[in-house]
């Protein structure tokens, strides 16, 4: 008689009894990946609801549980992605000043409103600025009104100013512990204040996952911020003017959110007399406007948030 295919509970395989409490959360994280990967939704999950799902990690009884709820997630109705737009300095800080008198301060303001209704009226995100008037905010309430928002995308403009008044152009950079060149090194020392603002806090987690997963994190978001500001240098440069190596890195500290990818905008030198009047031009700033929107755009669909599913 040919033997059955059952195994005695004898034969099996014996589980390791005990294992590390860093070893479950990694099995956990992985089921979990492994789990919504295959499903079509997966674009439409946000980094912050993907940060949630491995935080409950540490205190979910089982994947089961996890998986029986993942699905709910991507049913749900769920609000456009959420733009912060960061107009640089204002209030008491004028930012740079132009040779003909112009602050800083306006021209980004003026530049933030104008993309917003540009944004707004393509409706394809929530749009919101760090400050909507004249008055000044230190750099880590910046990073924090994006962060306490569940910002998809964070972006900074401004206006540079050099002692050399030949020097013309924009450029985009990106968060990095070292200067790409002592322009910009001296740039982001005249931006940044000295506050930080730390990453995400993992609670009630073992601290070997804690650190994984932020490490995790921010790797992410650099690379979601040299993707952005890729974008930008692409719908830029057809448009205006740009510096002759327009994708640069330095330790801005208003870009120090570990799980938003950010960018900041240098869209001129106030220090040249035609980057300053031509950013003080209605025209000009409409037209800039309308390449950062692609650019914002492009980069949302990229990452997953171009497609909505309703309930």
Not at 15 to 39: S, T
Not at 95 to 105: F, L, N, Q, R, S
Not at 293 to 300: I, K, S, T, Y
């Given at each position: 008689?040919?033997?059955?295919?059952?195994?005695?509970?004898?034969?099996?395989?014996?589980?390791?009894?005990?294992?590390?409490?860093?070893?479950?959360?990694?099995?956990?994280?992985?089921?979990?990946?492994?789990?919504?990967?295959?499903?079509?939704?997966?674009?439409?999950?946000?980094?912050?609801?993907?940060?949630?799902?491995?935080?409950?990690?540490?205190?979910?009884?089982?994947?089961?549980?996890?998986?029986?709820?993942?699905?709910s997630l991507s049913r749900a109705a769920r609000p456009l992605p959420l733009v912060v737009l960061d107009p640089g300095h204002g209030g008491k800080d004028?930012?740079?000043?132009?040779?003909?008198?112009?602050?800083?301060?306006?021209?980004a303001f003026a530049i933030a409103l104008e993309l917003r209704r540009q944004l707004e009226r393509a409706g394809r995100c929530r749009v919101e600025l760090t400050r909507d008037h004249d008055v000044f905010i230190p750099l880590h309430d910046r990073v924090g009104f994006a962060q306490q928002r569940g910002a998809a995308l964070?972006?900074?403009?401004?206006?540079?100013?050099?002692?050399?008044s030949r020097v013309r152009g924009a450029s985009v950079y990106t968060l990095s512990d070292t200067a790409s060149d002592a322009q910009t090194a001296a740039l982001a020392q005249r931006e940044n204040s000295a506050d930080r603002f730390g990453g995400p806090n993992f609670r009630d987690m073992p601290s070997a996952i804690a650190n994984i997963l932020g490490s995790l994190v921010r790797q992410e978001t650099r690379a979601g911020s040299a993707r952005l500001a890729h974008r930008l240098v692409g719908t830029l440069k057809p448009e205006i003017g740009m510096l002759t190596h327009p994708s640069r890195q330095a330790g801005f500290m208003v870009l120090r959110a570990a799980d938003i990818p950010?960018?900041?905008?240098?869209?001129?030198?106030?220090?040249?007399?035609?980057?300053?009047?031509?950013?003080?031009?209605?025209?000009?700033?409409?037209?800039?406007?309308?390449?950062?929107?692609?650019?914002?755009?492009?980069?949302?669909?990229?990452?997953?948030?171009?497609?909505?599913?309703?309930?």
């Open positions: 008689m040919a033997q059955s295919g059952h195994v005695r509970k004898a034969d099996r395989p014996r589980a390791h009894k005990y294992r590390p409490r860093a070893h479950k959360y990694c099995v956990r994280a992985i089921g979990l990946l492994c789990y919504v990967r295959p499903m079509a939704e997966v674009r439409t999950l946000s980094r912050r609801a993907l940060l949630a799902a491995l935080a409950a990690m540490s205190s979910a009884p089982s994947l089961a549980a996890v998986s029986r709820t993942a699905p004028p930012g740079a000043i132009g040779v003909t008198g112009t602050y800083e301060k306006h021209v964070f972006m900074s403009l401004h206006a540079d100013a050099l002692t050399v950010s960018v900041l905008v240098e869209m001129g030198f106030m220090s040249n007399p035609q980057d300053e009047a031509a950013l003080r031009l209605p025209t000009h700033r409409v037209r800039l406007a309308l390449a950062l929107q692609r650019a914002v755009e492009n980069f949302l669909d990229g990452a997953g948030h171009g497609a909505r599913i309703s309930g």
